[in-house]
């Protein structure tokens, strides 16, 4: 961050019925201000707003000398005790190669009684440069493919056992069912169970 300052100071004057400037209770200096960049400068316009809180010498006689100082006609005063606002022009020009985002920061205000009896008014502006912050760069990830389990292969073992132990029992009834009909009885009738039909086998032996 780079900063930059200036210092600036202004003196008021108030109606002699007043009195002189005593001292200030509190004063508050605001800068407010736009921004012009060209290619030769940064160019900032505006206002320094001033707030102020003062104390009179109702006792101490004033004498403007000359009408080009800067009188305050309007100030609120009760109890020798006054209030004032006003705007000085705010006209600063600046590098261009400054970059980022511009503010204004008021320090250092100080304020004392001149000999004629007017307020001299001190203060510095402090030009703080906010450095542009830079984008973390974001690296998309591509989706994991999906990954497709394959089926356990014990179960695969188990289907295959139960196709062969299937086929293994119908092929001995077959062969029971023909020794059954082969048979040299005179009679050999036997029931039984294939497909859910029912059949009759019978045989006969020659006298």
């Known amino acids: 961050m780079t900063t930059h300052q200036w210092t600036l100071q202004e003196s008021f004057y108030f109606p002699v019925e007043y009195g002189a400037f005593a001292k200030s209770a509190e004063v508050k200096v605001t800068p407010g201000f736009t921004e012009e960049r060209t290619e030769d400068a ?7 707003h001033i707030a102020a809180n003062v104390v009179f010498d109702a006792d101490k006689q004033v004498e403007l000398a000359t009408e080009d100082v800067l009188v305050i006609h309007d100030v609120e005063v009760e109890n020798n005790k006054g209030y004032f606002e006003y705007a ?5 020009d600046l590098p261009v190669e400054l970059d980022g985002d511009l503010q204004l920061e ?6 004392s009684s001149q000999e004629d ?23 998309e990830e591509e989706p994991a493919a999906p990954q497709f389990v394959a089926a356990s292969t014990s179960h695969l073992e188990f289907l295959a056992n139960a196709d062969r132990a299937v086929e ?4 001995e009834m077959e062969d029971f069912l023909l020794y059954i009909a082969e048979m040299d009885d005179d009679i050999t009738r036997k029931i039984f169970h294939s497909n859910n039909v029912f ?8 006298e």
Do not use: M
């Open 42 to 48: 940064i160019r900032l316009q505006g206002i320094y």
């Open 88 to 92: 000085v022009p705010l006209n600063v």
């Open 106 to 111: 008021v320090r250092d205000i100080k304020s």
């Open 117 to 139: 009896g007017g307020l001299k008014l001190e203060w510095t502006v402090h030009l703080k440069q906010e450095e542009p912050v830079q984008e973390p760069v974001v690296i």
């Open 168 to 171: 293994q029992v119908n092929n």
């Open 199 to 206: 059949v009759e086998a019978e045989g006969q032996s020659s």
